[in-house]
């Protein structure tokens, strides 16, 4: 009899990208942002950016590798500064930056080319859906962003959007969908809104409402498929997969350690959201600090450390109950954690979003014409 695999084990000791946090600073101050510290500026050393680059160099040498910069608003770090962090990398490394894009101007579009950064900005769709998006003052960014924006597409800069869903329901993704078409973004990533961090609002949805929203925006986009929707082409390689018989293939044989690398230079793996944060039990969540030790080091040794058995545990749990497993190979440690205080359970109402009632929807068009 042929073994079947099913779903990751473990952890691998090469990440595929780095989350890098270069300030914790943001200039806006979204109703639904997780980060506990984005009134501070606590701008990364450069020291911090040279450790991990040289951990990263190895990595790159196996194949493509990516660093992500992402915030506070990794924007507010300053061009100079950002410069300084991302010299230190070798040139294969591709850069992407994950933005409110409030701060694009001119002189960011010339970074952004002379870098090669790919940009990622987060709107909500349509104005009246950034009701969320707002400055300290409570001051609505919409215009800031659009003018971001807009800088882009003077430039001829091809972006990405991601969009974050607070109450998902039908009669909202055909809306948000045509949105992001007329927007010009070439990729569009869908987060229905998550209950973690600083973010303690509820995000138990009714589930026909949730499904229902997921089955219309794969409505939507089977009409003009122009933008790759993240969270769809993802689905249906799945449901592809598992009609020939290859689904044992698509999730890799370890979980991807995603390391963020904090600006102290604390390493925090699976889960950029545990950064900021203590717990009697779990400590400060890190794994290590680039500045004693390689992050190589620090990744070899990652699955035996702190809270990181127990979230292992979860995913067993998941394998040996949920029938999703194969498609979300137990999600994220972060949701497990901010909704139930521990890591070894299962089920969240975000994975239950975001990953079952998605399959649900997406599965809603199998056979349709
Ligand atoms: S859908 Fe939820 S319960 Fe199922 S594998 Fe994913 S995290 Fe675990």
Redesign the pocket.
């Given at each position: 009899m042929t073994e079947t695999w099913s779903?990751m084990r473990g952890i691998a000791a090469v990440p595929t990208y780095v989350v890098m946090q270069p300030t914790t600073l943001c200039n806006l101050d979204c109703s639904y942002c997780y980060l506990p510290f984005r009134s501070a500026e606590n701008r990364m050393p450069v020291e911090v950016a040279a450790a991990v680059a040289e951990s990263v160099s190895s990595f790159a040498a196996a194949g493509r590798f990516s660093v992500v910069w992402h915030g506070g608003e990794p924007l507010a770090t300053g061009r100079d500064h950002l410069a300084a962090l991302l010299a230190p990398f070798d040139p294969a490394v591709e850069h992407h930056v994950q933005t409110n894009a409030t701060l694009i101007d001119d002189a960011w579009c010339e970074f952004f080319v002379e870098t090669g950064m790919r940009v990622s900005v987060s709107v909500d769709g349509p104005e009246d859906h950034n009701g969320d998006r707002v400055d300290r003052a409570g001051r609505p960014a919409y215009t800031r962003i659009m003018h971001g924006i807009e800088s882009l597409r003077r430039h001829g800069l091809a972006f990405s959007a991601l969009c974050v869903v607070s109450r998902p329901r039908p009669g909202l993704a055909g809306r948000l969908y045509e949105y992001f078409l007329d927007l010009g973004c070439d990729v569009l990533g869908v987060n229905i809104e998550e209950r973690e961090g600083v973010n303690a609002r509820a995000n138990a949805f009714d589930a026909a409402a949730v499904r229902g929203f997921w089955s219309e925006l794969v409505a939507a986009w089977r009409r003009d498929p122009r933008i790759h929707v993240r969270e769809i082409e993802w689905t249906l390689r799945y449901a592809g997969a598992v009609l020939d018989g290859t689904a044992d293939e698509v999730l890799p044989r370890r979980l991807d350690p995603i390391p963020t690398i904090a600006a102290d230079g604390r390493v925090f793996l699976l889960s950029p959201e545990l950064a900021g944060f203590t717990d009697a039990r779990y400590g400060d969540f890190s794994s290590g600090s680039v500045c004693t030790e390689p992050l190589a080091d620090i990744l070899a040794r990652a699955a035996g450390v702190g809270w990181i058995p127990e979230f292992l545990d979860?995913?067993e749990?998941?394998?040996r109950?949920?029938?999703?497993?194969g498609?979300?190979?137990?999600?994220?440690a972060a949701?497990?954690y901010f909704e139930h205080g521990r890591f070894d359970v299962?089920?969240?109402d975000?994975?239950?979003n975001s990953?079952?009632r998605l399959l649900e929807g997406v599965l809603d068009h199998a056979g349709a014409r």
């Open positions: 779903g979860g995913v749990g998941c394998r109950s949920c029938p999703y497993f498609f979300c190979g137990g999600a994220h949701n497990r299962t089920e969240t975000h994975c239950r990953k079952i």
